[in-house]
């Protein structure tokens, strides 16, 4: 069983979309359940509008459910303090934080990756605005350039989303082709996560 946990130190930097859409993309590869852990309940309410290709549990109700899943996928509450930090990233093979690309997110992204020292986590560039603006590569180097690992991939900004969230389906089952482009980010994403679960 491998636990992805995504977590971030405030609202509003699409972590409770980053959980669905990356287990929507494992979901392909084994029996997979996500968690939610958000007080918001994004994602449950996202599934009882429609329909999503795993199982999703509040954290009341996973420790008897999590039993014989491959993956699963944690959407955990925003603002964690360093401790529940710390112990989040001891409870899972990799932990994702997602950020956006503005100059405001830098010192908070500073300041949790120095609380989780050594463990396994990676920065995630989410709603990232479309070229040709630069700011989703400025933030990303500027992360690189504070040794705080990142992933290649970023999560590109999208209409699509809220419609994917009324329809409560992923946005990779939205059939417009903007959409479309959309979940190739997730899917990008989806296989660095793997490739970083085999290495470690």
């Not at 405030?10 to 958000?38: C, P, Q, R």
């Not at 500073?110 to 070229?131: E, F």
Request: aromatic share 6%.
């Amino acid at each position: 069983m491998k636990i992805i946990t995504v977590t971030g130190y405030k609202g509003g930097v699409a972590k409770s979309n980053t959980a669905i859409h990356i287990a929507t993309y494992f979901s392909d590869y084994g029996k997979t359940i996500l968690v939610d852990g958000d007080p918001n309940r994004t994602a449950l309410s996202w599934s009882q509008r429609g329909k999503l290709p795993y199982l999703v549990a509040d954290e009341r109700q996973a420790m008897r459910l999590i039993s014989g899943h491959d993956f699963v996928v944690i959407d955990t509450p925003a603002r964690p303090n360093s401790d529940d930090l710390k112990e989040l990233a001891k409870g899972c093979d990799l932990l994702i934080l997602p950020t956006i690309p503005d100059v405001v997110s830098l010192e908070p992204m500073l300041q949790t990756t120095k609380d989780l020292g050594s463990a396994n986590y990676r920065a995630l560039i989410a709603i990232v605005p479309p070229a040709p603006s630069k700011e989703g590569a400025a933030m990303r180097q500027e992360l690189i350039d504070n040794n705080i690992p990142v992933f290649q991939t970023m999560i590109r900004r999208a209409a699509g989303f809220q419609k994917a969230a009324l329809e409560g389906v992923p946005i990779r089952d939205i059939s417009d082709s903007r959409s479309r482009i959309a979940w190739l980010d997730y899917k990008s994403l989806g296989k660095e996560i793997m490739e970083v679960l085999s290495n470690g």
